[in-house]
């Protein structure tokens, strides 16, 4: 028996590669993950407890990269549930306080010149510590175009919004002809300098990244783009291909992670993902630290791991190998470094912002 990934999933490698295809295939339920690994008992209890709180969707692509005797494989522990998500006293819904940061449904704005425009609530799958848990996968929130032409009609009369971050959800699950909508919409508007997408679809679904696409995207230019990798099992040749296509229609490509426990808060997994990663000529930009989000206690650090971590890769890895470690707080993202912590107090580490705001983090034990 072959063991080619389409094979497992009996499918042909010509429907494995359509995005299409994936979308339409993805695993929903703890039955149908148990035709490709099975569940330890702690996955499946979770998946039975959670499903309604927090949708359990993955793509068969992204499931052929999950090793199938190991419940604490990195790519497994992203996006299967777990019990531990039950057993997090102190995570809040919103901890960034978006809803309040929003002058139109949609829209987070925190800074003068730039918003994240949160253009849908689907993603290829569900990422356990996904920031947006509030939004994302729920139903009630799926967006109507009057809602989406509402943003954009906010956008239009706030000249001071330069930088416009298509995020959501993630805007490659739309249809090419719905984004290009979007983009043609935004780049009508003489103020919008560039246009930026956050998209975690070169990871868990890097078949969406079609010529097609790539074609509709360089016609508004300039429009950059974050990704999303995590661990180095997610550099696969499909999502090294996905970047390449990205980077070759002159779009640049840099990378979002979170620091995670257990998935990437050593530093030799670290170096080995950042390293790779600008093999790939994609960027690492940011890892932020976990927010203090309901259900993912599990995945917290605590502040000085991820501080002794970024210090030790500086001399030991290329400079654009190291990403800034920041902490995203409702007055914007703050750089984190020894020097940025101004006081202690308890388990609270207290930060200031670019404009003056200090910020109380309670910070992971
Ligand atoms: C992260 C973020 C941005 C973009 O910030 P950069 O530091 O420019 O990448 C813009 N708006 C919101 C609400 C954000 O969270
Ligand atoms: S891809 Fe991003 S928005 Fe979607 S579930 Fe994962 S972290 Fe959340």
Same mark, same amino acid.
């Given at each position: 028996?072959s063991?080619?990934p389409?094979?497992r999933?009996?499918?042909t ?5 359509d ?5 339409r ?7 149908e993950?148990a ?14 407890a ?11 692509y992204?499931?052929?990269l ?8 990195p ?6 549930p ?6 997090d006293?102190?995570g ?7 809803v ?6 949609n ?9 994240a ?7 290829a ?22 809602e ?20 959501g959800g993630?805007?490659? =699950?739309f ?7 979007l983009l043609? $919409?935004?780049? !009508?508007?003489p103020? %919008?300098? /560039?246009? @930026? ?8 679904l ?28 997610e550099?696969?040749?499909?999502a090294?291909?996905a970047?390449d296509?990205?980077?070759?229609a002159?779009?640049p ?8 426990a257990?998935?990437?808060d050593?530093?030799?997994?670290m ?10 000529? =994609?960027?690492?930009?940011?890892c932020?630290q976990?927010?203090?989000? $309901?259900?993912? !206690?599990?995945?917290? %650090?605590? /502040?000085? @791991?991820?501080?002794d ?5 500086r001399?030991r890895?290329?400079?654009y190998?190291i990403p ?14 020894r ?10 580490v ?16």
């Open positions: 028996m063991d080619a389409w094979d999933f009996g499918a490698r010509e429907q494995w590669c995005w299409g295809w994936q979308m295939q993805r695993i929903r339920s703890a039955e993950l035709k490709i690994i099975p569940p330890s008992e702690d996955e499946a209890a979770a998946i039975a959670l499903g309604d709180r927090f949708r359990f969707v993955i793509t068969p992204y499931a052929s999950m090793d199938r005797n190991d419940s604490d494989c790519v497994r522990r992203q996006v299967v777990r019990l531990a998500e039950l057993d006293p102190v809040l819904a919103d901890p960034l306080d978006e309040a940061h929003s002058p139109v449904k829209l987070v704005r925190v800074y003068p010149d730039r918003v425009f949160c253009v849908n609530n689907e993603c799958l569900y990422c356990r510590y996904c920031l947006r848990k509030r939004m994302v996968g729920d139903e009630d929130w799926t967006m109507k175009r009057r989406l032409t509402a943003a954009i009609d906010w956008i239009r009369r706030t000249p001071e919004i330069r930088d416009v971050l298509l995020t993630d805007p490659l =699950v249809a090419d002809d719905r984004l290009e909508w043609r $919409e935004l780049r !009508a508007i103020h %919008v300098e /560039i246009i @930026r997408l956050g998209t975690r679809l070169p990871v868990t890097p078949f969406r990244i079609t010529d097609d696409l790539v074609r509709m995207l360089e016609r508004y230019h300039p429009i950059w783009l974050n990704t999303h990798f995590n661990h180095p099992r550099l696969t040749p499909e090294a291909e970047c296509r990205l980077t070759r002159g779009i490509v840099g990378n979002q992670s979170v620091l995670l257990g998935i990437n050593d530093i030799a997994t170096k080995a993902l950042c390293e790779g990663l600008v093999r790939l000529r =994609v960027r690492p930009y940011y932020y976990a927010q203090l989000l $309901e259900g993912t !206690a599990h995945f917290r %650090v605590p /502040i000085e @791991r991820g501080l971590l970024f210090e030790a890769l001399g890895t290329s400079g190998a800034l470690y920041v902490l995203d707080t409702p007055h914007g993202k703050v750089p984190l470094q020097s940025a912590i101004r006081r202690r107090d308890g388990d609270y207290e930060v200031e912002a670019w404009n003056g705001g200090v910020w109380r983090e309670l910070n992971p034990t």
